[in-house]
């Protein structure tokens, strides 16, 4: 499968989605959120689960509001408090109050990431990225929830089950796994395909376990795990 052509790929990655969907429905459309809360909700989001990131969201925005200016100003303990929940609670205050102060002076003043808009892809990631404590995953998450852009953010469920499904080289790193999938995943899909790469790895393929019986793997998985 890996030396098939694009048209190939982008094939096989369609019928993977579409049996996908057939077994975890077609996944929510992303949160209506501001862009700048996406960027505080992803570090939030960062070596933790899902429900932690939303009970230290929702800590937050009961201390704080949506008030980005008080945020950035916070005492960082007391803010390092309001979204302990999270996990990585002092690195993840730094990181939120670099990230405003960084969005609030390259606008001069405002709390906006309008300007997204006006860049290309790889522009718009290189700046994101320049933020500290924003890597490509939580660049591309931004990119492509918030602002739908043509980009596939490669998580951990991803890399596997795309390596798993031989959509992508074995020992393809990181990079090469999100180049890749970038390119190759079709665009209207990218963010259905995107989350439920996670769906389904997180019911039936984790690093420490799989569950081979279902039937998208019985379809599609060549992997030696089984
Ligand atoms: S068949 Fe098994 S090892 Fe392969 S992707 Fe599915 S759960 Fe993971």
Redesign the pocket.
């Known amino acids: 499968m890996l030396e098939s052509s694009k048209s190939d790929m982008e094939d096989r990655i369609s019928d993977i989605h579409g049996a996908l969907v057939n077994l975890h429905g077609e996944p929510e459309p992303p949160r209506d959120m501001h862009p700048v809360d996406s960027v505080i909700h992803t570090i939030l989001s960062q070596n933790t689960s899902d429900e932690n990131r939303d009970n230290a969201w929702d800590d937050l925005v009961s201390e704080f509001g949506h008030n980005y200016e008080a945020i950035e100003n916070a005492d960082h303990d007391e803010l390092a408090d309001a979204i302990r929940t999270a996990g990585l609670a002092n690195q993840k205050a730094s990181r939120i109050q670099d990230s405003l102060r960084t969005i609030r002076e390259h606008t001069g003043g405002e709390y906006s990431l309008e300007f997204i808009k006006e860049m290309d892809v790889d522009e718009a990631q290189s700046w994101l990225t320049n933020i500290k404590g924003i890597g490509d995953k939580t660049a591309g998450i931004i990119l492509l929830f918030r602002f739908g852009m043509d980009y596939f953010p490669v998580d951990t469920h991803c890399e596997r089950?795309a390596k798993?499904?031989g959509l992508i080289p074995e020992d393809a790193s990181y990079a090469r796994a999100h180049e890749l999938l970038t390119e190759h995943v079709p665009s209207d899909i990218k963010y259905s395909f995107h989350r439920l790469l996670i769906d389904h790895g997180r019911a039936?393929?984790t690093a420490r376990d799989?569950?081979?019986s279902?039937p998208v793997?019985e379809q599609f998985?060549d992997?030696e795990?089984?």
Do not use: T
């Open positions: 089950l798993r499904f039936y393929c799989a569950d081979c279902n793997c998985c992997c795990y089984c």
